[in-house]
């Protein structure tokens, strides 16, 4: 009785882990950001894209909390609140970004580090097997747009990476 008990408990924990890391894929919400490419090659694990925004470094995502020791706030949870872009009607941009989760509208949560970064969780996107080099030269050359699913609590998952033409 014992051993079906634990394996139905770690059938429970992997059931549970699945649901919900998969839970951004079918939200309601998705935005499409632009993406500041970093390093689309792994030699061990294969073809991805390391992913950057603007919204990912203080300047870039409007804090409301400019003057902070980062030591002090470092590992905090920060809240980035978009909004639709009137200047580009496809994307989304950022509003300002917070301690304290919005009350309504479409954010991001992230963790707060010492250089000044924000991370989201957002920051890799698995390639289909030998188009990691292809994409690299695009990246470089073009604009990325990024499709994010985002949840009504912040939590957010990559969905698409297109290279646009300007």
Known sequence: MLKITAIFAQFAVLAGMVAYYSVPYYSPTEIVVRGLPVD??????GDYVILGYDFSRIEGAKPDFWKMNMDEYCGR?????????ED????????????????SGVYIAGKLTR??????????????????KELEKAMRSRNTEITLG????????????????N
């Open 88 to 103: 580009a009607p496809r994307l989304w941009r950022v509003e300002k970004t917070t301690f304290a989760p919005p009350k």
């Open 40 to 45: 689309p090659r792994h030699p061990f694990m």
């Open 115 to 132: 250089y000044g970064r924000i991370v989201y969780g957002i920051e890799q996107f698995y390639v289909q097997a030998g188009t990691g």
């Open 150 to 165: 985002v949840t009504a609590a912040g939590r957010a998952v990559v969905k698409d990476v297109k290279i646009i033409d």
């Open 77 to 85: 949870t920060v809240y980035t609140l978009f909004v639709p872009d």
